[in-house]
């Protein structure tokens, strides 16, 4: 079993900065790529970044293309999100994803919530304007 825990989240003026952390813990994460979802009151969950195995391939919603920096760190089996020029729009609890199967093609992001095996808790991010 693996174990997905999110950190960062908190309240931030409209302009200001986060960076969400997202750690996966329990059995040896070989190989897995992860993403970052996010879902706001009386919405649904969409994807926000995803971030292939290798590093090499990342995809971002259009709405924050340019604002956000998706990055992993396999030495510690942890993803981050950096969240520049935060928008009241971007309030939203955020949901770290890991997908871990084999074979994992180093290259492929994945962007469907159904393609991930482990979820998060969620952190909760607020944009005060």
């Known amino acids: 079993q693996v174990k997905v825990v999110e950190s960062g989240g908190g309240l931030v003026q409209a302009g200001g900065s986060l960076r969400l952390a997202c750690d996966a813990s329990?059995?040896?994460?070989?190989?897995?790529?992860m993403g970052w979802f996010r879902q706001a009151p009386g919405k649904r969950r969409e994807i926000v970044a995803a971030?292939?195995?290798?590093?090499?391939?990342?995809y971002y919603a259009d709405s924050v293309k340019a604002r956000f920096i998706i990055s992993t760190e396999h030495a510690k089996n942890t993803a981050y999100l950096q969240m520049s020029s935060l928008k009241p729009e971007d309030t939203a609890v955020y949901y770290c994803?890991?997908?871990?199967?084999?074979?994992?093609?180093?290259?492929?992001?994945?962007?469907?919530?159904?393609?991930?095996?482990?979820w998060g808790q969620g952190t909760q991010v607020t944009v005060s304007s």
């Open positions: 994803a890991v997908r871990s199967r084999s074979p994992m093609p180093s290259s492929t992001y994945y962007v469907g919530a159904g393609a991930y095996d482990y």
């Open positions: 329990g059995r040896a994460l070989d190989t897995y790529a």
């Open positions: 971030i292939s195995w290798s590093g090499t391939r990342s």
